[in-house]
Nanobody, 126 residues
Framework: VQLQASGGGLVQSGGSLRLSCAGS????????MGWFRQAPGKEREFVAA????????YYSDSVRGRFTISRDNAKNSLYLQMNSLKPEDTAAYYC????????????????????WGQGTQVTVSS
């Protein structure tokens, strides 16, 4: 089972990036998925999550209105569109998937997710 995150890079403040996360080894279309991030010297924090069917999305207060999470179950993929980026968004971004089918509880908690991608670095310059 593998999650491969991509799309990170260096962007100026106010710019945009789109992160992708491709799943392999099993299908994720019955599992909630999320994005977390970790900046140097800080703990990993919740960014956004989406239910297994894509009907509900959740965001941290710091990104709500700027970031959009989506998924394409036919492609076994997860996305994060990031607009109006700020220097404080600089971090390594990780995609994650739960293994429990059709369960959306504790969606903000990192320890609820079982499979993790390797991380993709996002750097926002001021």
């Amino acid at each position: 089972v593998q999650l491969q995150a991509s799309g990170g890079g260096l962007v100026q403040s106010g710019g945009s990036l789109r992160l992708s996360c491709a799943g392999s080894g099993r299908t994720f279309n019955r599992n909630k998925m999320g994005w977390f991030r970790q900046a140097p010297g800080k703990e990993r924090e919740f960014v956004a999550a989406i239910t297994w069917n894509g009907e509900s999305t959740y965001y941290s207060d710091s990104v709500r209105g700027r970031f959009t999470i989506s998924r394409d179950n036919a492609k076994n993929s997860l996305y994060l569109q990031m607009n109006s980026l700020k220097p404080e968004d600089t971090a390594a971004y990780y995609c994650a998937a739960d293994r429990t089918f059709y369960y959306s509880g504790e969606i903000f908690q990192a320890n609820e997710y079982d499979d993790w991608g390797q991380g993709t670095q996002v750097t926002v310059s001021s």
